[in-house]
């Protein structure tokens, strides 16, 4: 995912919501804050309610800290003053996603330059203006030619990201922009 690139569109656009049966501000619980390692699990939902990335496909809970960039803005500001056990939802418009969708990526490429089966919705290498090949989605097919579209296949979309937050740990002195695993509570090392 193209994680972030800064835009000139306000940062506060979220709709960031906890969801039921959370938020236990339990005194002396650690909460999230610019610079902290924050340890999550995470979904990433389109407007079907399909579920297109998640911590799981990933290989589990990711660590970041907090305010870095891993996250779209909306996330990293979602996540400033939740503690271990804390859910939330958090809309994230195009712009701080996959982009909104330019209708301009859609462009005509003659047949004989791309090889292998070709078929409407399916993602092939095409020969982008420069003639690189980069992935693009087959719109149409026509007598000669393919009309193919570069934009991301989520460009354009909505995204609910639902959000646990597993633990907070101040990040390691010196270390503040290298992600550092947490290590899992109640684990010895011998």
Do not use: W
């Amino acid at each position: 995912m193209n994680r972030h690139t800064d835009l000139d569109t306000p940062k506060n656009i979220s709709n960031s919501q906890p969801m039921k049966g959370t938020g236990n501000t339990g005194l002396g619980k650690i909460r999230a804050a610019p610079g902290m390692v924050v340890l999550m699990e995470y979904k990433v939902r389109v407007a079907t309610g399909k579920v297109v990335d998640s911590s799981e496909k990933s290989g589990g809970p990711v660590a970041i800290i907090c305010g870095k960039g891993d996250f779209p803005p909306p996330v990293e500001e979602a996540i400033i003053g939740l503690g271990p056990g804390d859910q939330r939802v958090v809309t994230v418009p195009p712009e701080y996603a996959y982009g909104v969708y330019d209708p301009k990526k859609q462009v005509l490429v003659a047949s004989e330059r791309v090889s292998g089966e070709i078929d409407i919705g399916k993602v092939i290498k095409a020969p982008d203006e420069f003639g690189i090949k980069r992935p693009a989605i087959v719109r149409s097919i026509m007598d000669g030619a393919l009309m193919v579209d570069f934009n991301h296949p989520l460009s354009g979309q909505i995204l609910k990201f639902e959000i646990l937050i597993k633990d907070v740990q101040p990040a390691p002195e010196g270390d503040e922009t290298e992600h550092k695993p947490i290590e899992k509570p109640n684990s010895a090392t011998q």
